[in-house]
């Protein structure tokens, strides 16, 4: 398994991490005081950031079901956080016991944790990686040995891309992650996004994601977030808020697809 090089700066429990943030969204217990205390912040700003989270969670599962019933059998999660329910092996491996999966992240908890889940698992791997040099995540070892990119693949980017402040890079980084991919492979995106990128509530979040590591929290704008399926097919229902991608009760469905407010919004595109 890759561990970080040596220039990786290791846990500074003083310095909020943004995987250690989702985490306590989410109702987990791998976090200390200064994430506990950032995040506290966040949702004061944002009262329903944990249900959104949980959303996301929500989204990222039935995307890889889905995408695992079409017969998609390798994932590459990128900045995949802690583990916590639902996790994508756990998903994939339910309708395929062979299902690969790479796991990706740049936080030492996070690549400890997962390894000890993942210990008795032969298909499943998690690796050190910095999704801000895409190829580098390529070309490990790791990933070269467990998925084939001549046959369809899912890239999976969760909440990760809105983290990474410049656009231009952040479009590379996409392309980048692209071009390996074969036709009937996959990509997943969830980013935070805003119609009004001056909005209060977004300028408040920025400021206490600046703390953070990695140090930004960038909204985009629908038009940036839909540029990164050019050229695919988007399953349905397409870019929406990550609540609204096909919602499992009636309530969430009747009340649509709400774009006029600050939103995670996600999609899936399929290489046809």
């Known amino acids: 398994m890759t561990d970080p090089p040596p220039s990786v700066p290791g846990i500074d429990p003083a310095v909020p991490s943004v995987a250690r943030m989702y985490d306590y969204y989410l109702g987990g217990k791998d976090n200390f005081p200064a994430d506990r205390e950032a995040a506290e912040k966040i949702i004061a700003i944002v009262p329903e950031v944990r249900e ?151 300028l408040a979040g920025q400021q206490v994601y600046r703390s953070t590591r990695p140090g930004a929290l960038v909204a985009r704008s629908f038009e940036q977030i839909a540029a990164y399926f050019d050229g695919m097919t988007l399953l349905e229902p397409g870019l929406v808020p990550v609540r609204s991608w096909r919602p499992d009760n009636e309530i969430d469905e009747l009340e649509g697809i709400d774009l006029s407010r600050p939103a995670l919004i996600g999609a899936v595109g399929r290489l046809p």
């Open 52 to 202: 959104t989270a949980r959303d996301n969670r929500a989204f990222l599962g039935k995307a890889v079901r889905l995408m695992a019933e079409q017969g998609v059998r390798q994932f590459l999660d990128l900045g995949a956080g802690l583990p916590t329910q639902e996790n994508v092996h756990q998903v994939a491996q339910r309708v395929d016991p062979e299902a690969r999966v790479v796991y990706v992240d740049s936080d030492p908890i996070v690549l400890a944790h997962a390894r000890a889940l993942l210990a008795d698992n032969p298909h499943t791997v998690a690796i050190w990686g910095d999704i801000t040099d895409p190829e580098t995540i390529l070309k490990d070892p790791e990933v070269v040995e467990r998925l084939d990119f001549g046959r369809p693949t899912a890239v999976l980017v969760s909440a990760v891309l809105h983290f990474v402040a410049d656009d231009r890079h952040v479009s590379d980084i996409v392309t980048t992650l692209r071009r390996p991919l074969t036709a009937g492979s996959h990509l997943l995106i969830s980013h935070f996004y805003a119609p009004d990128l001056d909005d209060v509530k977004v």
